[in-house]
C-alpha cells in the first residue's frame, strides 16, 4: 500500500498536519463559502479527532457533544417542516431489516448523492415510504436546481443551529471549541451545554438529541 490509495491512517501523517495548522499559532476561523453553508474552518476543526480530543480547556480534559442522525433531522425539519417523528439509525435499520452500521453509513452520504444514486440508497425506501412529501421535494431540488443544493441548505441549517448555541454559551460563559455539528466542553460543563444544545434544537423544530461522549 501506499499512502494515497489505502485506508489507513498514520500518526505521522496525522502529527505533521497538526503541526502545520498551529505552527505560530492557531489559524484564525473562517467562514466558510456558499457550498459549505458557511462552516467555520479553523486549526481546531481541521485537525485529526484523536489529537483534538487530547485537548484540555482551562487545563482540565474534555467531553464531546454532538448532535445524534443531525442531517437527516435537519432535511426533515427543512423539506417536511419537522412535523414528524425523530430519526435515528437504529430505527431507519430497524424499519429496513438491515444492520445498523448500514444504515448509518448510507445516511453518512445519502443527502449529498445525485438523483439517480439518491434513489438508489438503502436508506430510500424508509424516507419514500415515510416521508413521501420530503422526498418530493427533495428530489425536485435535485432535479432543477442540482444535487449540491440540497447539501448547501442541510449546511446552512447546520451553521445556524450552531451559531445560535455558541451565543448561547457565550451568554452562560460556557468555553466551548466548535467542530462543526459537534462542540467541546470542559466535564463540569456537560450537562449545562447539553441543556442549550437539546434547547436550542427544540427552537428550531429540529428533532434531534445532544450525545456526551467522553
Known amino acids: 500500500y501506499t499512502r494515497s490509495n489505502c485506508e489507513y491512517s498514520y500518526v ?16 484564525i476561523p473562517v467562514k466558510g463559502g456558499y457550498k459549505s453553508g458557511g462552516r467555520i474552518y479553523d486549526s481546531f476543526s481541521r485537525m485529526p479527532s484523536w489529537i483534538r480530543n487530547t485537548m484540555m480547556i482551562h487545563g482540565k480534559p474534555i467531553v464531546e457533544l454532538d448532535f445524534i442522525t443531525l442531517h437527516p433531522n435537519l432535511a426533515d425539519t427543512l423539506y417536511s417542516e419537522g412535523t414528524n417523528k425523530f430519526i435515528n439509525h ?9 444492520d445498523r452500521a448500514e444504515a448509518k453509513n448510507a445516511h453518512l452520504t445519502f443527502f449529498n448523492l ?36 440540497i447539501s448547501y441548505q ?15 454559551f457565550d451568554k452562560n ?7 462543526f455539528d459537534a462542540v467541546l466542553v470542559e466535564g463540569k460543563n456537560q450537562e449545562y451545554a447539553k441543556k442549550i444544545m437539546d434547547k436550542i434544537a427544540r427552537e428550531m423544530n429540529i428533532q434531534t438529541s445532544v450525545s456526551i461522549n467522553n
Open 114 to 149: 445525485k438523483l439517480k444514486p439518491f434513489q438508489n440508497s438503502k436508506v430510500y425506501p424508509y424516507y419514500k415510504e415515510t416521508r413521501p412529501a420530503m422526498i418530493e421535494k427533495i428530489e425536485a431540488i435535485k432535479k432543477n436546481e442540482g444535487y449540491q443544493t
Open 154 to 168: 442541510l449546511s446552512a441549517l447546520e451553521v445556524e443551529l450552531m451559531t445560535r448555541i455558541f451565543e448561547e
Open 90 to 98: 437504529t430505527s431507519v435499520a430497524f424499519y429496513l431489516g438491515c
Open 12 to 27: 505521522e501523517d496525522n502529527i505533521l498536519l497538526f503541526e502545520s495548522l498551529t505552527t505560530g499559532g492557531f489559524i
Open 173 to 179: 460563559y460556557i468555553t466551548a471549541i466548535y467542530v
